[in-house]
């Protein structure tokens, strides 16, 4: 099917001066840099958010770092990165030259390296904005963030002081109230947030009678955690006030689609990358069609009216 753009408007804010030309988006550390996907039509995508990026280099953990699990994955990768210094350095000039804005993921142990990341990306040519990875349940420390609104809160202002690039904060499903978190960053300044990062999980190997990954635990993804992904972007979408972006088990248009009707103003996708990484295109163009066939004629008319009243119900 042809792409219908030029008929549609299907550009997003996510504010700060953040626009993108479509709503569809890879999801952090499916992505590497942005170089490891050739075959990915960079078109179809809004923008490309990358591996967390901490202060220094990090080798990540030991393998095995990847399982398989029923309709999804574990993965503790342990925020293997170059460290900022290469990045700014070797990676912000190519993608300076990219007509898809590069979003940077930023983790880190302490509030200081979230806050060093930010300052040295600050003004790079090439860094559309920063999202912050509060919720990362694969290294020691990088949970601790996510679980706590006053630290997110806290963590949230040190790095909008830090920076002026727009800032999405990325909120963890590995808590009790996930719109609690999602208002004390909004209140400190986040231009947007996006959720979800992973569940975390496990899986025994029963015959070597082990942990499958090195490291005992990891990170949920996938179709299996699609429904209760889209429950919490109901959710934020019916409190907040600034744009929420829905990630978790997207693979299909229409399974982007439920989570526009939810209120998300755009999504990303992350481990259908690895399957069928044309599977951005197609989402792209199956949203589309359906705002073609629906006459819908911009994404701000497509969440289910009342979200509000109907969240709360
Ligand atoms: C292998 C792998 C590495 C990931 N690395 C990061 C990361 O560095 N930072 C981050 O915020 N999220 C990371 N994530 C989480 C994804 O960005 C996404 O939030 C999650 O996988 C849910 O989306 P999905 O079900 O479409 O994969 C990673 C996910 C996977 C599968």
Redesign the pocket.
């Known amino acids: 099917m042809r792409f219908m753009a030029d008929q549609l408007d299907i550009g997003v804010g996510l504010g700060h001066g953040l626009r993108l030309r479509g709503p569809v988006m890879v999801?952090?550390?499916?992505f590497g840099y942005g170089f490891d996907a050739p075959l990915v039509d960079r078109s179809a995508l809004g923008a490309i958010?990358t591996?967390?990026t901490t202060p220094r280099p990090r080798a990540g953990n030991a393998p095995t770092r990847?399982a398989e699990t029923p309709s999804?994955?574990l993965?503790a990768?342990g925020?293997q990165n170059p460290g900022v210094e290469h990045v700014a350095r070797e990676y912000a000039p190519i993608w300076a030259s990219w007509e898809v804005p590069v979003i940077v993921?930023v983790?880190g142990d302490a509030i200081q390296d979230y806050v060093e990341v930010a300052r040295r990306l600050d003004g790079v040519a090439g860094v559309a904005g920063l999202?912050l990875?509060i919720?990362?349940p694969n290294v020691v420390n990088g949970l601790q963030f996510g679980l706590d609104p006053r630290l997110a809160a806290e963590l949230t202002m040190a790095v909008r002081r830090a920076t002026e690039l727009p800032l999405i904060v990325?909120l963890t499903p590995n808590v009790t109230d996930i719109v609690a978190v999602g208002r004390a960053v909004e209140a400190a300044g986040a231009d947007a947030v996006s959720a979800?990062?992973?569940y975390v999980g496990m899986a025994i190997d029963v015959r070597r009678r082990r942990p499958m990954l090195s490291r005992g635990s990891g990170?949920v993804?996938?179709?299996a955690?699609?429904p209760m992904?889209l429950q919490a972007v109901w959710q934020l979408a019916a409190e907040l006030s600034i744009p929420v972006i829905g990630?978790?088990?997207?693979t299909t248009p229409s399974d982007a689609l439920e989570f526009l009707l939810a209120g998300a103003v755009a999504v990303?996708?992350?481990?259908?990358n690895y399957l069928r990484p044309e599977s951005t295109r197609e989402v792209l163009d199956g949203i589309a069609q359906y705002m073609h066939q629906h006459r819908f004629n911009n994404l701000r008319a497509l969440p289910i009216r009342g979200v509000r009243a109907m969240a709360h119900a």
């Open positions: 999801a952090s550390g499916t958010v591996k967390g990847i999804g994955m993965n990768i925020l993921n983790a999202e990875n919720s990362c990325k979800i990062n992973t990170g993804s996938g179709p955690i699609k992904a990630i978790g088990g997207i990303q996708l992350g481990t259908v």
